[in-house]
């Protein structure tokens, strides 16, 4: 919830500090990709045979000055599958148990960034932010349902591309990255692992609209 109020705080900071809005410096983009979450990679390759997710979101964003700009966002990453396991050690062989596992997870995020050569067909940008992370696990034992759920704050860094199509239309490319420390979870081995950050690598391509002329 602090992470929360700190990224509304923020956004508020730097529109009200910008000039008044222009629908010309306001874009909406939708996002999709590949997210490997490489922070808790051998967890997951535990549980479900590989530490990747499909990656689907929006972004809503806004151009301060020049090229600096600011944008608030949500990432969905859809259930993965696999079955709770018994490990005995961080070199020891995971042990299927037969217990179907769903891990998914969620991240708001904000970004500040800036982005270069605005006046050219191509503009590359980079951006760092903060964002916060929800990760859910559903298992059923023995049948009855179990749901361990989780939020986290963390931080994160990108660098992208785009290609101006028309005056509003453009389609980029981005890779992001993200560091989410100190959080628990993943189908209980990430303790035998000592893998506690929720974070990773994620590649994503946008289709981008901007209003105005």
Same mark, same amino acid.
């Given at each position: 919830?602090?992470?929360?109020?700190?990224?509304?705080?923020?956004?508020?900071?730097?529109?009200?500090?910008?000039? !008044?809005?222009?629908?010309? *410096?306001?874009?909406? +983009?939708?996002?999709?990709?590949?997210?490997?979450?490489?922070?808790? %990679?051998?967890?997951?390759?535990?549980? +479900?045979?590989?530490?990747?997710?499909?990656? =689907?979101?929006?972004?809503?964003?806004?151009?301060?000055?020049?090229?600096? /700009?600011?944008?608030?966002?949500? %990432?969905?990453?859809?259930?993965?599958?696999?079955?709770?396991? =018994?490990?005995?050690?961080?070199? *020891?062989?995971?042990?299927?148990?037969?217990?179907?596992?769903?891990?998914?997870?969620? +991240?708001?995020?904000?970004?500040?960034?800036?982005? =270069?050569?605005?006046?050219?067909? =191509?503009?590359?940008?980079?951006?760092?932010?903060?964002?916060?992370?929800?990760?859910?696990?559903?298992?059923?034992?023995?049948?009855?349902?179990?749901?361990?759920?989780? %939020?986290?704050?963390?931080?994160?860094?990108?660098?992208?591309?785009?290609?101006?199509?028309?005056?509003?239309?453009?389609?980029?490319?981005?890779?992001?990255?993200?560091?989410? !420390?100190?959080?628990?979870?993943?189908?209980?081995?990430?303790?035998?692992?000592?893998? *506690? *950050?929720?974070?990773?690598?994620?590649?994503?391509?946008?289709?981008?609209?901007? /209003?105005?002329?």
């Amino acid at each position: 919830m602090r992470l929360a109020r700190a990224l509304l705080v923020l956004t508020t900071i730097l529109i009200s500090g910008a000039a !008044p809005l222009s629908a010309s *410096d306001l874009y909406v +983009a939708a996002q999709g990709g590949y997210f490997d979450m490489s922070g808790a %990679s051998r967890s997951l390759e535990a549980i +479900a045979g590989s530490s990747g997710f499909g990656s =689907f979101g929006a972004e809503w964003g806004y151009g301060i000055h020049r090229g600096l /700009f600011a944008a608030v966002g949500y %990432s969905f990453f859809p259930g993965k599958e696999g079955e709770r396991v =018994f490990l005995a050690g961080p070199n *020891d062989r995971p042990f299927a148990l037969g217990f179907p596992l769903r891990v998914t997870r969620g +991240a708001a995020h904000l970004n500040v960034g800036w982005r =270069f050569f605005r006046a050219k067909r =191509f503009s590359p940008y980079a951006a760092v932010g903060a964002e916060l992370v929800s990760l859910k696990e559903t298992s059923e034992v023995a049948g009855e349902t179990i749901e361990e759920a989780q %939020s986290q704050g963390g931080f994160r860094g990108l660098v992208g591309v785009e290609y101006r199509a028309t005056a509003r239309l453009r389609f980029g490319a981005e890779i992001v990255g993200s560091s989410v !420390p100190n959080a628990l979870g993943v189908g209980g081995v990430s303790r035998v692992y000592a893998e *506690d *950050d929720i974070g990773g690598v994620a590649v994503l391509g946008k289709v981008i609209y901007r /209003f105005g002329r």
